[in-house]
């Protein structure tokens, strides 16, 4: 069982930067894919970005040039540099985990299995 626990949100102006922490605790599998996940209020959940267990990164075209998601060499702690924030980036942020597909030289992340509990980010015009 893994557990997550994000960090990090809060309040913040147009133009300014957050940094979100996922810290993953329980059985940790090293070929796991973590991501980032957004929902705001009366909208569907965002992915916003994932990072493979190659450290490869993908992201959502809102997010792309805005958004870094790394982790930690223990891969203890996932990480989201949110800069350039915009009132639409305001929502509940969410970290997940789920097992990587290997296939063809590459990784699939198909499905995340994990959660946290979220931590709210409001960015204020």
């Known amino acids: 069982q893994v557990q997550l626990v994000e960090s990090g949100g809060g309040s913040v102006q147009s133009g300014g930067s957050l940094r979100l922490s996922c810290a993953a605790s329980g059985y940790t599998d090293s070929r796991s894919c973590m991501g980032w996940f957004r929902q705001a209020p009366g909208k569907e959940r965002e992915l916003l970005s994932t990072?493979?267990?190659?450290?490869?990164?993908i992201y959502a075209h809102s997010v792309q040039g805005r958004f870094t998601i790394f982790q930690d060499n223990a891969k203890i702690t996932l990480y989201l540099q949110m800069n350039s924030l915009k009132p639409e980036d305001t929502a509940m942020y969410y970290c997940a985990s789920g097992d990587a597909v290997y296939s063809a030289n590459y990784y699939y992340c198909p499905t995340f299995t994990y959660w946290g509990q979220g931590t709210q980010v409001t960015v204020s015009s």
């Open positions: 990072i493979r267990p190659d450290g490869t990164t």
